[in-house]
């Protein structure tokens, strides 16, 4: 069989590297919240993982995740704004990305950290990056753009979830909040429409 023709094989997950131990990371969601701290995230100072259109607010991200449906579409729209470190896929991944992008999968356990590093938990993109974090060390975890409220500041594949969408996602997040409390890892929602009271709630403007 030619290499031309051959069956393409699904990448091995990666093992994350635990390269930010004690330290702070930003995870930017893409909750219509992000609209109005557009002019402070880039003043922000930490680790940032952009989550899929994330990355349109801080293109110097140390990581662009991306997961969901779609996720080849979305990929090849965003990758080009991408100027940082390392570009992780959740799932499946696509023979179409390039080869440098990193693969991991997701646990069934949803209600806890995975310690798994190449895995994550999670029901949507926002907890499994949460997670993404814990795996690379950070302790202090601030959220933006993690609203459950449906819009998004930019233009999104799924502009309004219908609401047992967001209702399956919030139900597992008291358990995860607890569990990462009881590992010693602060999670900070600085989503100020966000309808996730399971995290320490503050303004953005308390991280600057």
Same mark, same amino acid.
């Given at each position: 069989?030619?290499?031309?023709?051959?069956?393409?094989?699904?990448?091995?997950?990666?093992?994350?590297?635990?390269?930010?131990?004690?330290?702070?990371?930003?995870?930017?969601?893409? &909750?219509?919240?992000?609209?109005?701290?557009? +002019?402070?995230? !880039?003043? $922000?100072?930490?680790? #940032?993982?952009? *989550?899929?259109?994330?990355?349109?607010?801080?293109?110097?991200?140390?990581?662009?995740?991306?997961?969901?449906?779609?996720?080849?579409?979305?990929?090849?729209?965003?990758?080009?704004?991408?100027? &940082?470190?390392?570009?992780?896929?959740?799932? +499946?991944?696509? !023979?179409? $990305?390039?080869?440098? #992008?990193?693969? *991991?999968?997701?646990?069934?356990?949803?209600?806890?950290?995975?310690?798994?590093?190449?895995?994550?938990?999670?029901?949507?993109?926002?907890?499994?990056?949460?997670?993404?974090?814990?795996?690379? &060390?950070?302790?202090?975890?601030?959220?933006?753009?993690?609203?459950?409220?449906?819009?998004?500041?930019?233009?999104?594949?799924?502009?309004?979830?219908?609401?047992?969408?967001?209702?399956?996602?919030?139900?597992?997040?008291?358990?995860?909040?607890?569990d990462a409390k009881a590992k010693g890892?602060?999670?900070?929602?600085?989503?100020?429409?966000?309808?996730?009271?399971?995290?320490?709630?503050?303004?953005?403007?308390?991280?600057?």
């Amino acid at each position: 069989m030619s290499v031309d023709t051959a069956p393409w094989v699904l990448p091995p997950v990666w093992p994350v590297p635990r390269e930010w131990p004690g330290e702070r990371c930003f995870v930017i969601c893409s &909750g219509e919240s992000v609209k109005a701290q557009r +002019k402070l995230i !880039p003043l $922000l100072k930490g680790r #940032v993982i952009a *989550v899929k259109h994330g990355v349109l607010t801080r293109p110097d991200a140390d990581v662009l995740f991306l997961s969901g449906e779609g996720t080849a579409d979305v990929a090849r729209q965003l990758i080009p704004v991408f100027t &940082g470190k390392y570009i992780i896929v959740r799932g +499946k991944s696509d !023979p179409s $990305l390039p080869a440098h #992008v990193k693969r *991991v999968t997701r646990t069934k356990d949803h209600d806890h950290l995975c310690d798994l590093p190449g895995h994550v938990a999670g029901r949507d993109a926002g907890t499994s990056a949460i997670d993404l974090a814990y795996h690379f &060390g950070a302790t202090e975890i601030i959220v933006l753009g993690y609203d459950m409220t449906g819009g998004h500041f930019c233009k999104h594949p799924l502009p309004y979830p219908p609401e047992q969408h967001f209702q399956r996602h919030m139900e597992v997040l008291p358990k995860f909040a607890a569990d990462a409390k009881a590992k010693g890892i602060r999670i900070v929602n600085c989503s100020p429409i966000s309808r996730v009271e399971c995290f320490e709630r503050q303004p953005l403007e308390a991280f600057l």
